[in-house]
């Protein structure tokens, strides 16, 4: 498997290896928690978080890739999907030239990359956001790439790791952003139904759209201490039920005590602790002897059929069974939460 | 200017008072000449009002207090509505109905927002936007459909899901995700209509179909036009600016290709004739029923797969 997954890489030409990001410059930084200045290389050694008060900075997509794979060593995939201006948008600048500008200041086509590495040995895909491009706003790009790094982990049996970082929909692009949030959920339909594992991570912030639909559907969904974590905005919500909200409101604790989330993760154990969930959910015995099978053969066997490997392709997806439909209704018997009401 | 814009109708409305005065008024023979004459300029000037509607105006047509909801809809075209409550977990939540009726003799899964007429129910149906537990209990009609093989229809009305604390205590994020998979997977034939409001979310939630309808004057965005204005310009009066730039309208979703088809209202919009509204929308879920019956249920859901998969416009180019 090890040795077949490399044979499996679709576009190899758009493959690109990363190395560890250097030091960014600037040798002290303010944090956001304690208000405290601190020396910058103390802030990187920590793995970006405080040593004084625990408050994790915001990172980008790229270092996180790093501080995440097995030697910070990822292969880039789908390099090549970009926003574009579908509606031709213009509020006080032009959708087209805010495009540029951040593509310029993030070096990154939009918010998100995904990349094919290994962690604790083990394959897998994933998508990580970047706040500094559009604050993580989904647009078409966005819904495109992450659909793909859905499909590719389907099809390569591997399982899924997205780190959600996001304002939620980009407006720019109408209701086609909005599709996006159904686009993923129904990838994420079939990546549900052939049991490979997703692992959702919730990074500050991770709201609007982008929660309402793959933020919340990991089979865990985790994530870094005092994340900004909801649907709708602070701000609406006060003025529409005309009241203050608590201090800890939509924040990951709040999230936890309500039963939204599986638990809250240090970022400098994230690592340690995905290796470990996928060890626990992943299973390749099951995906192996699910592979061809016949149509009436039930829930995971006719899914796993359109994972034979590259050359998948003769398959058309028409020649497909039903995706049976999902499974947990049973499971879930009460709405976390409920009791605390 | 912005008076002008909002109450297009205005002419509509001098027009009808005058023929009510010449109506009301004891007089000779050529005043029925009159009336006549003014009667057919109020039809052309209806009809030359809706046929140029701004995207403002038009959303101030889908938010039509008068507007047909998902009941006025389910009484004018099914029988034997069955209504279920609660999401089993929680609580009910009015602003979204859902049960099975038949429709033509076919049993069949109907889920939709619902709007109040007064204030006492517009209060009630908490003004068509749901809680976590309204999508709740949406997926458990889903769930039904899909058991008992019943084709779903609904129908979407809604400015978005409630921005409220409960609601985000219950999860309003992860009850709309769960929506969005569970309708999905669903093998059975799927039909959404836009009836009125599009709004974000909240409307998405149960807006996953194998076709995609939107009444003529129907509206569908990713955020409504106020709350776009004031974020993008933090000036909540930029809305018809917002409005426009958001292509919002069917004949925008349709150039988008985001839906299927565009169902005609009556002169006037909805909310003039809700039978005739009925009627117009009855021909259209007839036919796009038969037609995604026909195929079987793993081309169905896999053609429900790709539409929404080719959703969205980008490029390809590397920069980097
Ligand atoms: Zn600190």
Same mark, same amino acid.
């Given at each position: 498997?090890e040795i ?9 030409k758009?493959?690109v ?15 956001n928690?304690?208000k ?28 996180r ?9 990822y292969?880039?995939?789908d390099?090549d ?27 990154v ?10 962690m604790?040995?083990?394959?897998l ?11 993580g ?11 793909r ?28 952003s ?10 994420l ?6 049991r ?9 912030p ?11 559907l ?19 919500i ?5 009241e ?8 990951s604790e709040?999230?936890l ?14 690592r ?7 060890r ?13 099978a016949?149509p009436?053969?039930?829930d995971?066997e ?36 409920t009791?605390?009401? | ?24 008024v004891?007089g000779?023979?050529?005043?029925s000449?009159e009336?006549?004459r ?8 209806r009809?030359?009002?809706?046929s140029?509607?701004?995207?403002w105006?038009?959303?101030?047509v ?13 009484? *004018?075209?099914f029988?034997?509505? #069955?209504?279920i409550? %609660? ?7 009015? $602003? +979204?109905?859902? =049960?099975?009726?038949?429709?033509k ?6 889920i939709?927002?619902?709007?109040g007429?007064d204030?006492k129910?517009?209060?009630?149906r ?18 039904m459909?899909?058991?008992?093989q ?7 009305d ?10 985000e ?16 997977? *669903?093998?059975?034939?799927?039909? #959404?209509?836009?009836? %009125?409001e599009?709004g974000?979310?909240?409307?998405? $939630? +149960?807006?996953? =179909?194998d076709?995609l ?7 569908y ?18 809305a018809k600016?917002?409005a426009r730039?958001?292509r919002i ?6 150039d ?16 003039t ?9 009855d021909e ?7 037609d995604?019956?026909?195929v ?25």
């Open positions: 498997m077949a997954w490399f044979k499996k890489i679709r576009k190899p758009q493959a290896e990363h190395k560890r990001v250097q030091v960014p410059e600037g040798l002290w930084v303010k944090c928690g304690c405290e200045i601190i020396y910058k290389k103390e802030v990187i050694r920590n793995s970006n978080v405080c040593p004084k008060c625990n408050y994790h900075f915001r990172i980008s997509a790229r270092e890739l790093t501080s995440l794979f097995d030697d910070g060593r292969q880039e995939v390099t999907i970009y926003s574009i201006d579908p509606l031709k948008f213009r509020d006080t600048k032009a959708y087209k030239d805010r495009l540029r500008e951040y593509r310029e200041k993030t070096g086509n939009d918010a998100v990359i995904n990349a094919r590495g290994t604790g040995g083990l394959q895909m994933m998508s990580v956001m970047e706040y500094g491009f559009m604050g706003s989904m647009g078409s790009a966005v819904g495109e790439k992450v659909t790094a859905i499909e590719r982990a389907l099809d390569e049996k591997i399982p899924l790791v997205i780190i959600c970082c996001s304002g939620g929909a980009r407006m720019q692009e109408g209701v086609l909005l599709m996006q949030m159904a686009k993923i959920a129904a990838a339909a079939k990546l549900h139904a052939a490979i594992p997703y692992i959702s991570v919730l990074t500050d991770t709201t609007g759209g982008v929660t309402a639909s793959y933020a919340m990991g089979d865990l969904n985790i994530a870094e201490p005092k994340a900004l974590i909801g649907f709708a905005g602070a701000r609406v006060e003025q529409t039920i005309r203050k909200l608590p201090e800890n409101f939509q924040r709040f999230l005590e309500h039963g939204m989330l599986d638990f809250i993760v240090e970022r400098r154990e994230m340690d602790i995905l290796i470990r969930c996928i626990l959910l992943y299973n390749a015995d099951l995906l192996a002897a699910a592979a061809p016949t009436a053969g039930g995971v006719s899914i796993a059929s359109r994972s034979g490997g590259a050359s998948s392709a003769t398959a058309g997806p028409r020649s497909r069974e039903p995706l049976p439909f999902p499974g947990t209704f049973v499971a879930r018997q009460q709405t976390p939460g009791e605390l009401q | 200017m912005a008076v002008e814009d909002d109450d297009f109708e205005r002419p509509l409305r001098d027009l009808e008072k005058k023929i009510e005065e010449l109506t009301g004891p000779g023979e050529d005043r000449g009336i006549a003014l009667a057919r300029r109020l039809e052309t000037l009809q030359e009002i809706f140029r509607l701004t995207p105006q038009r959303t101030l889908a938010r039509h207090p008068k507007r047909p909801y998902t009941l006025d809809y389910i009484g *004018l075209l029988t034997e509505f #069955v209504e409550h %609660g999401d089993r977990k929680y609580a009910d939540d009015p $602003a +979204i109905v859902a =049960g099975f009726a038949s429709y003799g076919t049993p069949v899964a109907i939709g927002h619902q709007k007429r204030t129910e517009k209060v009630r908490n003004f068509g936007m749901p809680r976590p537990e309204g999508y709740r209990k949406a997926v458990r009609v889903m769930e459909a899909e058991k008992f019943r084709p779903l229809f609904t129908f979407v809604t400015p978005g899901a409630y921005p409220g604390k409960g609601a205590e219950r999860g309003q994020a992860e009850a709309i995700a769960y929506s969005l998979r569970a309708m999905a997977a *669903l093998t059975v034939p799927i039909i #959404v209509t836009v009836t %009125g599009g974000s979310g909240g409307a998405l $939630a +149960i807006a996953v =179909g076709r309808l939107m009444l003529e004057h129907a509206v965005s990713v955020i409504s036009p106020e709350g776009c204005a004031a974020i993008l310009w933090s000036d909540q009066g930029k600016e917002a730039a958001m309208t069917a004949p925008d979703l349709k988008l290709e985001v839906i299927d088809d565009i169902v005609p209202e009556p002169a006037g919009g909805a909310q004739d809700h039978a005739r509204q009925a009627s117009l929308l259209r879920l007839l036919a796009h029923l038969e995604i019956r026909s079987s249920a793993s081309e169905r859901v896999e053609c429900r797969y790709q539409k929404f998969r080719r959703m969205g416009k980008y490029g390809q180019a590397r920069f980097f």
